[in-house]
């Protein structure tokens, strides 16, 4: 064993810090001791290029089993049709998942129509700054401005006009559910591909607290370590007429050895997703979310979209004079975590924008329920409006 001692103090710290706190990182959650125990094992050795059957290096029958397996039991979870779907497991990560379905289906230069990143869209959807947004033009969609809810009528007039290739339906920062049956319509309307992104929300879908977007999409893209609780990586779920596209394009297109250990990972998520506890902890979350925003209401604080359907909501801090990024960093010192958050229609910066980013994925897997969510919307109240004295820390 190599002696670094430095290094495993630091892993140690982190740990305890991630104990000590109250997460509220709408992306992030716990993992179990089955998940870490897969991840850290010696698949992370094992080279594996290619696909189950069809691989590069010898040495890979129990690779192909597992890698089999975690494509099996994604299906099983979302209750689909293997004759209809298939599932790429190997990517990386979402970015680079969101790329190759571009990659796959939509020539460099095309349209892709998704939401603004400071209306709650992801990076990936396109934007600018992103490689996505240097490949492809990005139609961006918002929210209403009254309503901060999606306007379907508004967006159908909008790819008829535009003509996208390819429209992205799911977000990083909307709280509220998504009609995937009018985003088929919107696509069927000006002939484009429709790729749900449900990567915020998949653990709910599983759950069944959230509608399926699988009787829409042509193509669903998941990461599998926000309320899906596993480790990080993403999947790609397809229609068959699709599926070997995306395989081309995931490998050999954008990635090369696909991470085993990651993959098994997935698997032993998917499986725990696939456990009756989990329903009810899909349920707890969404239960937790809504009494964290209607605790925050009576509070007096301004919820974006007046509440949430799903496991995140949003504080429009700004509207009490609190700047995202000092609401954060006020929350940091007491021991809650969030992140700052552009709002829709935001007058400030991303850098220190006007809200707050609230989830409860993270704190339901460690067990807490609504009277404790009141306590910590309490809390958070305190906070931000300096009813705590300073502690000397
Ligand atoms: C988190 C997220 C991604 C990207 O996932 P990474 O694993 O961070 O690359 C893509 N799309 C949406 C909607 C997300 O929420």
């Known amino acids: 064993m190599i002696d670094d001692k430095r290094l495993f103090d630091l892993i140690q710290q982190e740990d305890k810090r991630q104990k000590r706190v109250i997460n509220l990182i709408a992306s992030e959650n716990y993992v179990s001791r089955a998940v ?20 590069y290096y010898g040495g890979n029958n129990l690779v192909d089993e597992i890698e089999n397996l975690t494509k099996l039991r994604a299906l099983n979870l979302f209750k689909l049709d293997p004759r209809k779907w298939q599932v790429n497991v190997q990517p990386y990560s979402g970015s680079p998942a969101n790329m190759a379905v571009y990659l796959a289906l939509v020539p460099p230069g095309e349209k892709i129509m998704g939401m603004e990143l400071s209306m709650g869209g992801h990076l990936t959807h396109g934007h600018r700054v992103s490689a996505t947004g240097r490949f492809w033009k990005q139609v961006a969609y918002g929210v209403d401005k009254k ?14 006009k535009e003509k996208p290739k390819l429209i992205v339906a799911g977000f990083t920062a909307y709280p509220r559910r998504i009609d995937f049956k009018k985003f088929r319509q919107i696509a069927d309307a000006c002939g484009a591909v429709l790729l749900v992104d449900m990567s915020h929300i998949a653990g709910l879908v599983a759950g069944g607290v959230h509608a399926s977007p699988f009787p829409y ?22 229609h068959s007429m699709f599926s070997s596209l995306i395989d081309k394009a995931v490998f050999p297109g954008l990635q090369g050895g696909p991470h085993i250990n990651q993959i098994a990972a997935v698997a032993t998520a998917l499986h725990e997703a696939s456990q009756s506890a989990f329903k009810t902890y899909a349920k707890q979350t969404v239960v937790n979310a809504q009494a964290l925003a209607s605790e925050l209401k ?30 954060s960093d006020m929350l940091e010192c007491e021991g809650i975590i969030v992140n700052k958050n552009t709002i829709p229609y935001d007058t400030r910066t991303p850098a220190d ?12 897997t460690r067990g807490i329920k609504e009277k404790d969510v009141v306590r910590i919307a309490q809390k958070i109240d305190a906070i931000l409006l300096h009813k705590i004295k300073d502690k000397t820390r």
């Open 36 to 55: 870490l125990k897969a991840l850290g094992s010696t698949l992370v050795n094992k080279y594996a290029e290619g696909y189950p059957g069809k691989r």
């Open 147 to 160: 309503t901060e809810r999606i306007d379907y009528d508004a967006l159908k007039v909008l790819a008829k």
């Open 217 to 238: 999409a042509d193509i669903v893209m998941t990461t599998t370590h926000k309320t899906l609780r596993g480790p990080r990586a993403a999947m790609i779920f397809s």
């Open 298 to 327: 009576k509070l007096g604080w301004r919820i974006v979209s007046g509440g949430t359907d799903t496991h995140l909501l949003l504080v429009d801090t700004w509207a009490r004079g609190v700047s995202g990024a000092a609401a």
């Open 353 to 364: 924008p006007s809200g707050i980013r609230i989830g409860t994925a993270a704190v339901t």
